[in-house]
């Protein structure tokens, strides 16, 4: 695992001072463009305490590893923060890169300006962090995000420097997350007592699963239909300490009851956890965007689409899909890859994905995907032949059998995973190879539609040899 370094430069460091809480920023991306220092709220913040706690838990899940902890002082990272203009997203994850969690402060929490939309990460130190765990429920809170220039030049002297490593799964974690999220459908709700008693009652260790059984959450040791598998239950501590503001715990995961993802709805907020499939396993190898990424028109439906975003809150795909002028199908996929260079995430409440920008290098971001690399290769070096609805792809590790359409595979990789983690270099390859078919025999790329995850119901696999077919008939027929 390689990683970079992110380096943080604040005006000045954080504080809580007589209710005033001003949050420094470092690096961001606004409206108007790349800004070293963005400003972009001012205002109270109506529900004190909960909001404070919850800022708190971002914080904390960003120092945890919650893989074999240890202590780790390098690790450090700082929280992201999105204006979105009618709200503000807090957004880390896990030094583990297992946990990712995001405040979402909602409008009705938010009284005051906003000056730009876009993002940032935000310095979150020591003292301020004593800071907000002493915040009661009456006390007031002004949150600024954002310092003014008031402030910085009267603490001459106060730059904050901050270096710290982020390693690549840290950084395939927020790509794969939003992928993985867009794919669950909420399957189950407590609300008031019935969430405190539901989480405090889950066990520290192992793997569980958990399923709706009338107002009731039920836990079990045993999958059952529409459950949520939750492994390491003590990767939800930091719910634990907003309990006592909770209205309600919402539980979400997809078909295949795999990751899971934990929201409470607090007032006039939502603090959401999303937990990988395994307490060692993070995000970054689940692999579920590279179908999307290995397609053609996927990096330049992305720089069309991107363009196109505005820091939304809601990134609507019919909208999109219209102004850009392709099928929703591709706007999907275009999401996916500026997912991958931090460009959107996925808001499980609404359905729905928002804008923002990681101040992070996309570039280098775009290149952490060594399994789509390694599949592009083996096309580059002509190892993939198409065989009917199958494909043979040549590696140095022996001849490898592949279905295109179901993502089966005879290497090691998919007999260990079975297609959970996504596909494998050789699917991918072949995948590549047979859109590429697609596209030469259909006279223009584009043309076909093709679902992400290519042609799961082998349409388009058998469109190719029909066209090789038709073609074939043509020309002997010409005289």
């Known amino acids: 695992m390689t990683s970079a370094t992110q380096a943080y430069t604040y005006a000045a460091p954080s504080s809580l001072v007589d209710g ?87 409008g009705g929490a938010l009284d005051g300006e906003v000056f730009d939309r876009g993002t940032t990460n935000v310095d979150v130190n020591a003292p301020l962090r004593e800071a907000l765990a002493r915040i009661g429920a009456r006390d007031p809170l002004h949150l600024g995000v954002g310092l003014d220039e008031l402030v910085v030049t009267t603490m001459d002297g106060a730059v904050v420097e901050k270096k710290v490593p982020l390693p690549e799964r840290w950084l395939r974690g927020f790509a794969e997350v939003q992928v993985i999220a867009s794919g669950m459908d909420q399957r189950g709700e407590l609300t008031g007592m019935a969430a405190v008693r539901f989480l405090r009652g889950l066990p520290r260790k192992g793997t569980v699963w958990v399923a709706q059984a009338g107002r009731e959450l039920k836990v079990s040791d045993r999958q059952a239909p529409g459950s949520v598998q939750l492994a390491g239950p003590n990767r939800l501590g930091t719910l634990l300490p907003l309990l006592r503001f909770a209205r309600s715990l919402r539980v979400y995961g997809p078909a295949d009851a795999a990751s899971s993802a934990w929201e409470l709805e607090l007032p006039g907020m939502r603090y959401t956890l999303t937990l990988s499939p395994e307490r060692w396993r993070g995000f970054s190898g689940e692999g579920a965007v590279l179908d999307d990424l290995a397609t053609d028109e996927a990096e330049d439906d992305a720089d ?155 349409r388009t696999i058998r469109l190719v040899h029909e066209c090789k077919r038709l073609h074939a008939e043509l020309t002997a027929a010409t005289p």
Not at 355 to 375: C, F, G, I, S, W
Not at 410 to 436: F, M, N, Q, Y
């Open 20 to 106: 005033r809480l001003g949050l420094a920023t470092s690096g961001g991306r606004g409206l108007s463009g790349p800004a070293v220092a963005p400003r972009f709220f001012s205002g109270v913040v109506t529900r004190a305490a909960p909001a404070a706690a919850a800022l708190l838990g971002v914080a904390d899940v960003a120092l945890a590893r919650y893989h074999q902890p240890q202590a780790r002082p390098g690790w450090v990272r700082d929280p992201v923060v999105t204006c979105n203009g009618d709200r503000l997203r807090f957004e880390s994850f896990s030094a583990c890169g297992g946990v990712y969690a995001r405040l979402d402060l909602l």
């Open 304 to 458: 069309v689409v991107g363009m196109l975003l505005n820091f939304e809150p809601e990134v609507e795909i019919g909208l999109l899909a219209d102004r850009a002028g392709m099928p929703a199908d591709r706007v999907r996929a275009a999401l996916t890859r500026l997912g991958v260079a931090g460009r959107v995430g996925y808001d499980l409440s609404e359905a729905a994905h928002f804008h923002r920008e990681l101040p992070y290098d996309r570039d280098n971001v775009m290149l952490l995907n060594p399994r789509l690399a390694k599949a592009r290769a083996l096309v580059d070096a002509g190892a993939v032949h198409l065989e009917g609805e199958l494909a043979t792809v040549h590696t140095s590790g022996g001849t490898r059998r592949v279905s295109p359409a179901d993502g089966s595979c005879t290497c090691e990789w998919w007999w260990d995973h079975r297609g959970s983690r996504g596909p494998c270099k050789h699917v991918l390859a072949a995948r590549i190879v047979a859109r590429a078919d697609v596209a030469r025999w259909t006279g223009a790329r584009g043309e076909i539609p093709v679902v992400a995850g290519f042609a799961r119901d082998r």
